[in-house]
């Protein structure tokens, strides 16, 4: 049986249950052909096709919540991808706080020894006794 591929809390719960009804199947069907091994005759061909189908379809079912698990993820995962290259881009935009332009400007002006700028740091009028 393979385990959950997923990390979201919220899809745990489905992916274990589909899981669990897997396992009760496949025990099923291993049950009644011990018991068929054992020369129970009350255990009938339609029985054991029955648990075959059943394991079959409980495993399909497992299968299936591990894929909308995991898709709902891959979905998550890219929204938080997108929301974070938004605020990259907004960061970066102009007038942004990475503007490179605006700090390269900012800069320049104040580390120019020709502008009649003074930023506060170089004036001493501005330092703290």
């Known amino acids: 049986m393979t385990t959950a591929t997923t990390d979201r809390p919220e899809a745990a719960p489905a992916v274990a249950q589909a899981e669990q009804e897997a396992s009760e199947a496949e025990q099923l069907l291993a049950a009644l052909e011990e018991r068929v091994r054992d020369g129970d ?26 894929r909308k698990a995991d898709s709902a993820a891959a ?27 605006a700090l390269a400007a900012t800069y320049a002006t104040a580390h120019d020894p020709t502008t009649d700028k003074e930023t506060p740091e170089h004036d001493d009028r501005h330092r703290q006794p």
């Open 75 to 101: 979905k998550e995962a890219e929204r938080q991808r997108a929301d974070r290259l938004a605020q990259a881009a907004a960061m970066a935009a102009p007038g942004g706080p990475l503007d490179t332009g």
């Open 41 to 66: 005759k009350n255990v009938t061909a339609q029985q054991l096709a029955d648990a075959r189908e059943l394991g079959r379809f409980a495993t399909l079912r497992a299968e299936a919540a591990r």
